[in-house]
């Protein structure tokens, strides 16, 4: 048996608690799940990620953190952004440099949730985001495939 040993950033959000739990059934998983006390993303900077990604622990980053409350990013705009498109560019940037897999969680509101039509949507879909949650998720996006 292989031992994947995964970064998760979110941990404690509704995507990351799932992926906690399915970790938990996994033989092959070690996962390092750091709280908001640990690692606040609301503050972290790259030199920080840099040093916690280049240590060689993971094998894997998995980021699920995003700050989902739409409501919530209408009327805090710059920490929303921070949140769900400039730490996301930090991870990947972190992560290229140390060459360990990174994977970005994004959300169906890149294409007008609930406005929009229903998912699946295919991978090269128009984006139409119809608030400023959606419009940040993929600016974090394009900010990983940079």
Partial sequence: MILRRYLLLGGTGRLGSAVRRAAG??????LTAPSRTELDLATVTAAELDALVGQGLFDV??????????DVCETERDAAWRLNAKVPALLAAACAQATVPFIHISTDYVFGHPDGPPGPHAEGARRHPAQHYGASKPAGEEAVLA
């Fill in 25 to 30: 059934e996994a033989h092959d998983v070690a």
């Fill in 61 to 70: 980053v998995l980021n699920c953190a995003a700050e989902a409350r739409v």
